[in-house]
């Protein structure tokens, strides 16, 4: 069955209301040294191991700087 009109309109907005993007640019070869990384480490998508890396960073911060908030998911 086709993805209709209403149906994309639909979930744009709940992405919307739901997620933020954040796009950045990187080095020439830095995209295939991560997925090459993400293959290795077994992550279930880019996406994934980014924000686990992230996170993971953020933990480090907490531990630095207590009086930073840093709201886990």
């Not at 997620?19 to 293959?39: D, M, N």
């Not at 480090?60 to 709201?71: A, H, W």
Request: glycine fraction near 2%; charged fraction near 35%.
């Amino acid at each position: 069955m086709a993805y209709s009109k209403s149906q994309r309109k639909a979930t744009e907005k709940w992405e919307t209301q739901n997620y933020e993007q954040i796009r950045f640019t990187v080095p020439k070869g830095f995209k295939a040294r991560l997925k090459e990384s993400v293959k290795k480490t077994g992550a279930k998508s880019q996406r994934a191991f980014i924000i686990q890396a992230l996170e993971e960073a953020m933990k480090i911060v907490k531990k630095i700087e207590p009086d930073v908030e840093i709201e886990e998911y």
